[in-house]
């Protein structure tokens, strides 16, 4: 079945400093990718559309300039959460429109973000 | 604008026996996707089941099946069967749009399930 990797798996941080989190589809091509943030015992909240060589699209309320999204080619979309705060610290995961399964949607194992 | 709501923020169940997970939504789209995925404490995203709009029967998926009732906008997981491993969080989550599109999916605030041995 569709494979979403997604690296790394955590990362701590020093406030201030950048983090980049990687998803990338392993056996399709993603032209779209979704990223999440999930803070502890809550819900996936989506925080933008990343799409394949254009602006990623981001949800009412998420600061485009502080998570940056790229998504240079049809298998890897970039997470790069810049000048990192405390409040940052949440679980970041990705997700993947497969169109080999005409209602797929693959999701990346998750970014586990501390800053310190 | 879409809105996913499941009422029970927790719910045990005794092993062996059938549990419904509760989730209603709105959307103003006739063609929509619902999805239920499993979320245990690792933080991976499972694929459970899933309904299509226009789907005239119920979808199922082994000890998984999903009580569609789309006057009432109304998707209920039913776990039969609960086992151990089933005590995870499970969300609830709909796509608007064509089932070829790259719409996006929107989660409920979930449900944390707890097997009781």
């Known amino acids: 079945g569709a494979v979403v990797s997604q690296h790394p798996s955590w990362v701590i941080c020093k406030s201030g400093t950048s983090v980049k989190i990687e998803c990338r589809s392993l056996?399709?091509?993603?032209?779209?990718m979704f990223w999440y943030r999930q803070f502890p015992k809550q819900s996936l909240m989506l925080m933008a559309t990343?799409?394949?060589?254009?602006?990623?699209?981001?949800e009412q309320g998420v600061e485009k300039d502080k998570f940056l999204i790229n998504h240079a080619s049809l298998t890897l979309s970039t997470l790069t959460v810049t000048s990192a705060h405390p409040e940052d610290s949440s679980f970041y995961i990705c997700?993947?429109?497969?169109?080999?399964?005409?209602?797929?949607?693959?999701f990346g194992s998750g970014t586990r973000l501390t800053v310190v | 604008a879409q809105k996913i709501t499941q009422t029970q923020p927790g719910m045990f169940v005794q092993e062996k026996e059938a549990v419904t997970l509760d989730c209603t939504y709105d959307?103003?789209?006739?063609?929509?996707?619902l999805f239920w995925y499993k979320q245990p404490s690792s933080g991976e995203m499972i694929f459970l089941i899933y309904?299509?709009?226009?789907?005239?029967q119920n979808a199922t998926e082994g000890r998984y099946s999903l009580n569609f009732q789309k006057a009432r906008k109304s998707a209920n997981l039913v776990i039969s069967a609960s086992q151990l491993g089933d005590s995870a969080m499970y969300f609830c989550?709909?796509?608007?749009?064509?089932?070829?599109?790259?719409?996006?999916?929107?989660f409920g605030p979930g449900t944390s399930l707890s097997v009781i041995p």
């Open positions: 997700s993947a429109r497969d169109l080999g399964i005409h209602y797929g949607y693959t």
């Open positions: 056996d399709f091509q993603a032209t779209t």
């Open positions: 990343s799409n394949e060589g254009s602006k990623a699209t981001y």
């Open positions: 959307t103003s789209d006739q063609s929509y996707g």
């Open positions: 309904q299509g709009s226009y789907d005239e």
């Open positions: 989550a709909m796509r608007e749009g064509s089932e070829t599109s790259y719409d996006k999916v929107i």
